[in-house]
């Protein structure tokens, strides 16, 4: 996979070399035009499963950036108005993470969002406990971390 992303990257620079223009636009045109052909000329399947990883990790950028944006406005909204809308919690969150790396990655992604902070990791490293600033519903929340970060997040790396 790291040989398909490196030729990716280098056939992108070969197109802006060609075009002649260092542009914002002639990279992403170039690596979308560099991405389709390495696609259509790659007949192993071990290296096609780099073709299903760009697209996963370009939406999860995308709904990350999403998550992080409703997070900081629910806070800053929360800060500016008199009166204050939070209802503190602790949650236990079962995960479907299982390697260091995965649970590494969840727990970062999970604390770098504003309202939440990762408080500690179970010693069998099947739950990771979670201090939630907006806690409407226990059961609500985890089914939104579960269906949304961290299904992605697994999505890319396994």
Do not use: C
């Amino acid at each position: 996979m790291i040989k398909q992303l490196l030729l990716n990257i280098m056939l992108t620079f070969i197109w802006v070399m060609l075009t002649g223009e260092l542009v914002f636009t002639n990279f992403v045109f170039g690596f979308l035009l560099s991405y389709v052909t390495l696609w259509l000329v790659t007949a192993d399947q071990e290296q096609k499963r780099y073709f299903s990883r760009v697209p996963a990790v370009i939406s999860f950028i995308f709904f990350f950036i999403y998550e992080m944006l409703r997070a900081n406005f629910q806070v800053a909204y929360d800060v500016i108005t008199p009166k204050f809308f939070m209802k503190p919690g602790i949650v236990q969150y079962p995960m479907d993470a299982k390697t260091d790396l995965e649970i590494t990655f969840l727990t970062n992604l999970i604390s770098l969002t504003p309202g939440t902070l990762i408080l500690d990791v179970s010693d069998d490293k099947k739950v990771v406990y979670i201090h939630v600033m907006y806690l409407e519903d226990k059961d609500a929340f985890i089914q939104q971390i579960k269906g949304g970060l961290e299904k992605r997040l697994l999505d890319i790396l396994r």
